[in-house]
């Protein structure tokens, strides 16, 4: 049934989702669901300066606006005001957060999964940089979602 929710962000939790070793400092990436349905998610993510994330995809639509701090994304860096739209299927990245950090509003329309589309890759540039992943770490996900399917490279 169709219904209006109304959600204040300090009533929702962060949750720690990636995370990695970069010297003796950990970086992470951080999410707040806003709302989450089979047929979308809403979320406002946080990730720590200088915190490097794969190329990749969902499978669904996605929308990302970046409101404070910035990401690069592949060679563009995008700060507050930009707006990626991700076709299901496209991929993006390597994404580094800009030494402020970033925060991002994003909008997934279906299955939010990642799709990881250059493993091999993101392994070289972590070793470039000697950066160490760190094992996902447990979400707070609805029982119908299923496994993660984004890479868990600090797991062996």
């Given at each position: 049934m169709a219904e209006l929710r109304i959600v204040h962000l300090d009533d929702v939790p962060w949750?720690?989702?990636?995370?990695?070793?970069?010297?003796?400092?950990?970086?992470?990436?951080?999410?707040k669901y806003v709302d989450w349905?089979?047929?979308?998610?809403?979320?406002?993510?946080?990730?720590?300066?200088?915190?490097?994330l794969e190329r990749h995809g969902h499978r669904s639509d996605h929308v990302v606006h970046v409101i404070g701090g910035s990401?690069?994304?592949?060679?563009?860096v995008c700060g507050p005001g930009a707006t990626?739209?991700?076709d299901?299927?496209?991929a993006?990245?390597?994404?580094e957060a800009g030494p402020d950090g970033a925060l991002l509003f994003e909008i997934?329309?279906?299955d939010p999964r990642a799709v990881p589309a250059d493993r091999e890759g993101f392994d070289r540039?972590?070793?470039?940089?000697?950066?160490?992943?760190?094992?996902?770490?447990?979400?707070?996900a609805p029982a119908w979602f299923g496994e993660r399917t984004d890479s868990d490279p600090g797991r062996s």
């Open positions: 949750q720690e989702v990636k995370a990695q070793q970069h010297g003796d400092r950990r970086v992470s990436v951080w999410e349905t089979p047929e979308k998610l809403v979320l406002y993510g946080r990730y720590d300066a200088g915190m490097l990401i690069t994304v592949g060679d563009e990626l739209v991700l299901e299927g496209a993006m990245g390597p994404i997934m329309l279906g540039l972590l070793a470039e940089r000697a950066i160490t992943p760190m094992p996902n770490p447990p979400i707070d």
